[in-house]
């Protein structure tokens, strides 16, 4: 999986990788105090990232690869 490689590049671990219903992949990726994580769910026709902060509302966009390295940084900042 060419995300899986781009995510090691940038030295961030998957924390769980699973297979929906719909037989779509969904990766979950947190921080390292787990405040924050980011849903990444890939079906065939599109990806969806969904953005989970501490009592917050969830954010939900579509997910493209140009903005991984933005979305890691959000992820990690403290």
């Known amino acids: ?3 899986a490689i781009l995510l090691s ?3 961030q671990p998957i ?3 699973a297979l929906g219903p719909n ?16 849903e990444i769910i890939l ?7 969904v953005m ?3 009592n917050d509302t969830p954010n939900q ?7 991984l390295g933005e ?8």
């Open 23 to 38: 037989g779509e992949i969904i990766l979950d990726i947190r921080s390292k105090n787990k405040s924050k994580s980011i």
């Open 71 to 78: 979305m890691l940084r959000w992820l990690n900042q403290k």
């Open 1 to 3: 999986m060419a995300l």
């Open 15 to 17: 924390f769980h990788a």
């Open 52 to 54: 989970f902060r501490e």
């Open 43 to 49: 079906y065939e026709e599109k990806s969806i990232a």
């Open 9 to 11: 590049k940038h030295g």
């Open 61 to 67: 966009q579509n997910f493209n690869t140009e903005y």
